[in-house]
């Protein structure tokens, strides 16, 4: 029996409230918040740490869940989560697959984006916010 696969992403929001973004150097080179596929016996929270870290450098804490979303198309649970810095390094592009990090607010997000991207920030983002659980469509491009 295979497992299914887990993601899980950060919302890491600077001093001025804009939203960590980093970038990518396959596919569409689209901005994504940092995150990524769980490993063996890993928690989603772990997932979320360890993914900031080996895509900006930066050593975060795990603060609360945002949001889970269910992609069908690939039978996948992807859990978002607000996370802090643990201290004030400026992120830097560390994974071969990163190519740029940067804080964007939230109202002039980097082109190209997914919608999936630009709902999970606002979702977290959205002090009202009270669902948590979503079931998300192919992705659509903002360019």
């Not at 080179?29 to 979320?48: C, F, K, M, R």
């Not at 949001?67 to 690939?74: C, E, K, T």
Request: glycine share 4%; hydrophobic share 35%; with cysteine.
């Amino acid at each position: 029996m295979s497992k299914k696969p887990i993601g899980a992403a950060a919302i890491i929001v600077d001093s001025e409230n804009r939203v960590l973004l980093v970038k990518h150097n396959y596919g569409k080179y689209n901005w994504e918040i940092p995150g990524g596929l769980s490993e063996q016996n890993e928690s989603a929270q772990d997932t979320a740490i360890r993914e900031v870290f080996e895509e900006t450098g930066l050593e975060v804490t795990v603060d609360r869940l945002t949001g889970v979303y269910y992609d069908p198309s690939n039978d996948m649970h992807h859990f978002v989560f607000i996370c802090k810095a643990v201290n004030n390094r400026k992120p830097q592009p560390c994974y071969a697959e990163i190519v740029a990090c940067q804080y964007s607010s939230i109202d002039d997000l980097p082109r190209p984006i997914s919608d999936f991207t630009y709902k999970r920030i606002q979702d977290a983002m959205n002090p009202d916010q009270t669902e948590r659980f979503h079931t998300i469509g192919p992705r659509q491009w903002i360019e």
